[in-house]
Structures are given as structure tokens and as C-alpha cells.
């Protein structure tokens, strides 16, 4: 099995920056990529980024621009960079591990991000 768990998350002022972290643990191997969702009150989950085994890396049109993703295989962990934070940033933001054939297998429980002046 495969254990996520997200970390980074907090309250911060319009305009701050966060990074959040996804450290992977368990049975790892094989994992085609790992994908970055949040979900805001009353919402459907979207899409944040994501990154593959080999370093591919993947946005949404809406979230280009401000946000990076990028990983550490030595740390198995996955790094979202979030700049210029705004309001509506305001989610709960879960990792998730993809295998292609097969779908999500594995997600964190989330890390609270929350921007407000």
C-alpha cells in the first residue's frame, strides 16, 4: 500500500507564498505520478498539477502561472510552490498517487491552506 501525507499548509495574507509537501511511503514503486487537487467548501476537488515518475509535469489552464510542482526522489516527496496567493486559493489540498491503468490508489488527508487579510 502507499501512504501520502501532505504538510505546508496555513493561514497566510494575500500576496504570500506557501510550499507544500507530499512525502510518499509504502509501496511506492510503480507510482506513474503523483497529482496535486484541492477543494474549497461546497466545491468539487480540481486539479492543481502534477508530476510523473520521469519528471513530467502537468497544469490546468487555470492554474498556470502561479503554482509550481516539483519533486525529490531521494525524499519521495512531491513539492507544490504556490505564489502570490489570493482568497480564493482558500482549500484543503490533497496529494494523490496515480497509477495509469488503474486510477488513484492512494490520497493524504490534506493540508489546510487558507489566505485571508
Known amino acids: 500500500q502507499v501512504q501520502l501525507a501532505e504538510s505546508g499548509g496555513g493561514s497566510v495574507q494575500p500576496g504570500g507564498s506557501l510550499r507544500l509537501s507530499c512525502v510518499a511511503s509504502g509501496s511506492i514503486i510503480g507510482i506513474d505520478a503523483i497529482d496535486w487537487y484541492r477543494q474549497s467548501p461546497g466545491m468539487q476537488p480540481e486539479l492543481v498539477a502534477g508530476i510523473t515518475s520521469g519528471g513530467s509535469i502537468t497544469f490546468p489552464d487555470s492554474m498556470k502561472g502561479r503554482f509550481t510542482i516539483s519533486r525529490d526522489n531521494s525524499k519521495n516527496t512531491v513539492y507544490l510552490q504556490i505564489d502570490s496567493l489570493k482568497p480564493e486559493d482558500t482549500a484543503v489540498y490533497y496529494c494523490?498517487?496515480?497509477?495509469?491503468?488503474?486510477?488513484?490508489?492512494?490520497w493524504g488527508r490534506g493540508t489546510q491552506v487558507t489566505v485571508s487579510s
Open positions: 494523490a498517487a496515480l497509477l495509469r491503468n488503474v486510477g488513484y490508489i492512494a
